[in-house]
């Protein structure tokens, strides 16, 4: 079992709809949850981070953790085709982040 | 630098050959971190340094690979006798301090023919 599950995808929404994309976790020790967005042949680039559990907000997009339940979600709102990309969820613990899979989004206009 | 510069940016070479990579790290940032992307999934941590020092090199999977970091900026990821299983995405990142958020480059893209 990985550490960090996370579904693949691929997902199509239509321009303008909330996106919810997840994962869960096996390793209570992780101390810094965090979201990151990768566009084709570019780097990760990071979106969210949070350490605790409850929700953070930054504009269109709301990171959730619930630690009991091991599991953390990523909230697009007013979804844009420029939101078109692949989503990384990352745990943190001790310098050294465990990404899952990534999801791969596409925003249809 | 005004992000992490990453060089080259595509890189193909023979199998048992050996290859170099190089990140530049944004200025002034103390961790320098190597992780390895292969196609359909995320990020495998490699190597992390703190200034010159590798503090955690657990992620290098075998002897073939090793990384420097002589002057605690410019970090070279170096592997012997390269593999086909080698070809990945070669990723380095960069933070103020730890516990700190990355700053990823945008990889240098390797094939092992």
């Known amino acids: 079992q990985k550490e960090v599950e996370q579904d693949p995808g691929p997902l199509s929404v239509p321009e303008g709809a909330i996106v919810s994309l997840n994962c869960t976790y096996s390793?209570?020790?992780?101390?810094?949850f965090m979201w990151y967005r990768q566009y084709s042949r570019k780097g990760p680039e990071l979106l969210m981070y949070?350490?605790?559990?409850g929700n953070k907000e930054d504009g269109r997009f709301t990171a959730q953790v619930d630690k009991s339940s091991k599991y953390i979600s990523l909230f697009i709102r007013d979804s844009q085709p420029s939101d078109s990309a692949t989503y990384l969820c990352?745990?943190?613990?001790?310098?050294?982040?465990?990404f899952g899979t990534g999801t791969r989004l596409t925003i249809i206009p | 630098g005004a992000g992490v510069s990453q060089t080259p940016s595509n890189k193909v070479t023979e199998k048992g050959k050996y290859v170099e990579l190089r990140c530049d790290p944004i200025?002034?940032?103390?961790?320098l971190y190597w992780y390895r992307q292969s196609l359909g999934q995320g990020p495998e941590f490699l190597i992390y340094?703190?200034?010159?020092?590798?503090?955690?090199d657990s992620g290098l999977p075998n002897d073939r690979f090793f990384a420097v970091r002589p002057e605690g900026s410019v970090s070279t990821l170096k592997i012997q006798r390269t593999e086909r299983g080698d070809s990945a995405v070669y990723l380095c990142?960069?933070?103020?301090?730890?516990?700190?958020?990355?700053?990823f480059g945008s990889g240098t893209r390797l094939t092992v023919v």
């Open positions: 990142a960069s933070s103020p301090d730890r516990g700190q958020g990355y700053t």
């Open positions: 200025s002034g940032h103390t961790a």
């Open positions: 390793n209570s020790a992780f101390q810094y």
């Open positions: 340094f703190q200034g010159t020092g590798a503090a955690d």
């Open positions: 949070t350490y605790s559990s």
């Open positions: 990352a745990m943190h613990l001790n310098e050294k982040l465990t």
